[in-house]
């Protein structure tokens, strides 16, 4: 019988043995307690069950054997202030993409408050970035694509629960909306050039298709520039989150397919060039 307190002390020691993160520990003990973090530290002391117990240094051993990242094992993150589920089957949403939808917030309001938009987000994955948007503004008709079969049904399966609706499509890319017409796109597609190492926990879980962006790690933001051509309206946005390093190339990229637009790139909360927007038409 033993503490939460003592309990967590116990899996912290662990984690450490391991080198790994103690912040993962603490975001475990609070899943498998099903407490609130003020609850816990106000029954620290008190004993804990000991099958939440058992159940939690279970999960630790996933994150320290396995090495499973805590979000996988708990099955969800907290994205833009809501709960996605997590599986394997898609990139795990990143504090960095939720600085994507508060400077897309911001421009629709810049260059179309009020107005009603159609917006695609390209290579969804969770579908974060999409369903994030379609919480905070009313205003956005949303569609989303993603070529991965099991990632579409994850975002569907997070749309219906966060409550918003999404027209989905299957394919490639753009190639499944090339008949339709957007005011905004965004995406943050897999941008890993190949032959750079990645973190163990990353590449072992995390799907390759979601990571890998060609040898130079720009190969889908040539094909999106690209296409996006035949479905975006005169005026219109596209968004991009990128690879810290890669913003001269890429604001090259879109400097050839749109000589007229204003392109600017925007560092994340690290102080990383992590964002690049493309202002068409206006
Ligand atoms: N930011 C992710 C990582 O470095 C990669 C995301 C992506 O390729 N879109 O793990």
């Known amino acids: 019988m033993a503490s939460y307190k003592e309990i967590l002390e116990k899996g912290k020691k662990l984690t450490r043995k391991h080198n790994k993160e103690t912040s993962a520990t603490e975001l475990l003990l609070l899943h498998f307690s099903k407490l609130e973090p003020t609850d816990l530290y ?16 279970e999960g630790l051993m996933l994150y320290l054997d396995k090495n ?20 394997n089957q898609a990139l795990i949403p990143r504090f960095e993409t939720e ?37 905070e503004e009313a205003n956005l008709s949303v569609s989303a694509t993603d070529i991965s079969e099991d990632a579409l049904s994850l975002a569907k399966e997070n749309a219906r629960v966060l409550g918003v609706d999404i027209s989905f499509y299957q394919g490639d890319m753009i190639q499944p909306i090339m008949d339709k017409k957007f005011d905004i796109l965004v995406s943050n597609p897999p941008y890993i050039p190949t032959s750079e190492e990645v973190d163990k926990l990353i590449l072992d879980n995390e799907p390759h298709i979601a990571l890998f962006g060609g040898e130079d790690g720009l190969f889908f933001y040539r094909q999106i520039i690209k296409d996006s051509k035949h479905i975006l309206n005169d005026k219109a946005i596209i968004a991009f989150e990128h690879a810290y390093d890669k913003l001269e190339e890429l604001q090259a990229i879109a400097k050839e ?11 994340d909360m690290q102080g990383l060039d992590r964002m690049t927007f493309i202002i068409i038409g206006f």
């Open 257 to 267: 397919t749109y000589p007229e637009a204003k392109i600017y790139t925007v560092k």
């Open 42 to 57: 106000l029954k620290f002391d008190s004993e804990m069950p000991e099958k939440e117990a058992e159940d939690f240094i």
């Open 99 to 135: 600085e994507l939808v508060a400077n897309v917030l911001m421009l629709y309001d810049e260059y179309f408050e009020n107005q009603k938009v159609s917006l695609v987000d390209v290579g969804t994955g969770s579908g974060c970035l999409a369903i994030s948007l379609a919480k």
């Open 68 to 87: 499973i990242p805590v979000q996988q094992i708990i099955g969800s993150v907290y994205f833009y202030g809501h709960k996605f589920k997590v599986t």
